[in-house]
């Protein structure tokens, strides 16, 4: 393998969603099969460059998984129902939704005469109507882009579609009696991707969402897990949660859940390793209690002043640890400097009596401060041991 490289980008669900449009009505209008179709990133994107999105295929009437749901589109013209399928590429940096199949069923009708849960998009050239089919989430809760009871199809995504049609039709043979255009997407394996994201927890159920600011994803680019910590932050202001409680994982959350066993899932949001971004974010909310909730290693690297706590980015200061542990009375505290891991500083100051346990404690202090000042306001720090138990807190 070539590390060298330069690592290969991919392209959203939300282009992958406008791909399977434009292909459709290629299909629909003109008879082509085209293998790949050319699309623009959103409208607001920071690079506006062209992007090739394969097509996996493209056939007359509705897709198989949308077919009783059109059912409820009397107005579509006969012959005036087409679809195709874009299989998502997460690049090298798949997500959940790498390798997804996004489908896009498009009908022409003679009148708009539509399902109660069809959303106008756009007026022009023709109505323009989105329909979320299996697979595609629905919001329920508030806090998110989208409003209650709307497929979860963000803004970025629902102008890139819109943006897509109003340059394509104007070049294509559209019957004179079509009154409308209805755009339906579905994602047969929608729900069970859903499965193994945050979209249960933001209050998005029966699928995924379909994502994008830039049409393309960056490998191993940093905006999309901020993106989903603002969001989880925001639904949990918006369900007016008792408190936020981020953590720097899943072991980590699940051990704050049951310190907090009266909140609802709601309230808590995984944040990697993002602490600066995570706590300015969640220090400009009305939510009343932040807490973090980590173990050790990153409590040190959070108590040290590093807004990021990965190991490329913070690296342990174990002198500066040691400085700290002699304070609180730990003897030999200087052994500490020549410890690679803060896994083995842990095991030397939890073997060091009554003094270590206040080194730690001393750690979570430190760790508090450095929260509050990144968020602006108190923030409670818990830190966590392997076994389950609670080190200490402040």
Known sequence: MNRTAPLREGFTTGSAATAAVVAALRHLLRGEQPDSVRILPPPRAELRTPLRVPVAFCASGPAPDVQALMARCPAALPEGVAHACVIKDGGDDPDATHKADIRATVALLAAPVLPPDAILLDAAPLPLYLIGGPGIGRVTLPGLPVPVGQPAVNPAPREQLCAAVRELLPSLPLPSEAAALLLVLSAPEGRAIAAHTFNPRLGIVDGISILGTQGTVRP????????????????????????????????????????????????????????????????????????????????????????????????????????????????????????VTAAHALELLLASGPAGVRAVAAVAGEAARTASRFAGRPVRVHIFADDGSELASA
């Open 220 to 339: 191993f680019s940093h905006a999309a897990w901020q993106a989903s910590i603002a969001q989880g932050i925001a639904v949990a202001e918006a369900t007016a949660c008792p408190g936020l409680g981020m953590s720097t994982g899943r072991r980590s959350e699940k051990l704050l859940m049951a310190r907090y066993p009266g909140w609802p899932a709601q309230s808590f949001v995984q944040v990697a390793d993002f602490a600066g971004f995570s706590l300015e974010q969640a220090g400009r909310s009305s939510l009343p209690l932040l807490v973090w909730g980590c173990f050790f290693g990153k409590a040190v690297k959070l108590a040290q002043g590093h807004a990021s706590t990965h190991a490329k980015d913070a690296v342990l200061d174990m002198a500066r640890l040691a400085a700290l542990c002699a304070e609180q009375g730990v003897t030999g505290a200087d052994a500490l400097t020549s410890c």
